[in-house]
């Protein structure tokens, strides 16, 4: 199931594992299956953390990446959201979004990855943002 670790600013100390309620883990997902929790940033009051669907469709359409809100200092979910991406026409298999996140003076980077069709290889993806728009269509 899904977990978050929190850790102090600056790179600090460790602290808690926080897991949630219930047996969907921290982050609870509709329908079966988990969220998988992958990068995050700090926005506002707000910590958004990339989660992956891993169940479901492999067509680009399909939306297997969505952005959770927790809120802070409290680290209480507040919600998941699923923002529009505009994938290349020629993208096969539906992309992961969030494996690592860059941000930079201006933009936020996005990194995904996603399996063509079915096959053993990864492929990776980029997306650029501008910053403090990744709830936005992208």
Same mark, same amino acid.
């Given at each position: 199931?899904?977990?978050?670790?929190?850790?102090?600013?600056? %790179?600090?100390? @460790?602290?808690?594992? @926080?897991?949630?309620?219930?047996?969907? %883990?921290?982050?609870e997902k509709p329908g079966p299956g988990v969220y998988w929790i992958m990068d995050g940033v700090v926005a506002g009051s707000s910590l958004w953390v990339?989660?992956?669907?891993?169940? %479901?469709?492999?067509?680009? +359409?399909?939306?297997?990446?969505?952005?959770?809100?927790?809120?802070? !200092?409290? &680290?209480? /979910?507040?919600?998941?959201?699923?923002?529009?991406?505009?994938?290349? /026409? @020629?993208?096969?298999?539906?992309?992961?979004?969030?494996?690592?996140?860059? +941000?930079?003076?201006?933009?936020?980077?996005?990194?995904?990855?996603?399996? /063509?069709?079915?096959? @053993?290889?990864?492929?990776?993806? &980029?997306?650029?943002? !501008?910053?403090?728009?990744?709830?936005?269509?992208?």
């Amino acid at each position: 199931n899904n977990s978050l670790v929190v850790q102090a600013e600056n %790179g600090g100390a @460790l602290g808690p594992t @926080l897991t949630g309620s219930s047996s969907e %883990g921290f982050l609870e997902k509709p329908g079966p299956g988990v969220y998988w929790i992958m990068d995050g940033v700090v926005a506002g009051s707000s910590l958004w953390v990339f989660v992956n669907d891993p169940t %479901g469709s492999d067509s680009p +359409e399909a939306p297997r990446s969505g952005i959770a809100e927790v809120a802070l !200092p409290s &680290l209480t /979910p507040t919600g998941v959201i699923h923002p529009t991406v505009t994938v290349h /026409p @020629l993208v096969t298999g539906r992309i992961s979004w969030g494996a690592a996140i860059l +941000e930079q003076p201006g933009y936020t980077y996005i990194y995904g990855h996603a399996r /063509p069709n079915g096959t @053993l290889y990864t492929t990776m993806y &980029l997306a650029r943002v !501008p910053t403090g728009h990744l709830t936005r269509t992208w």
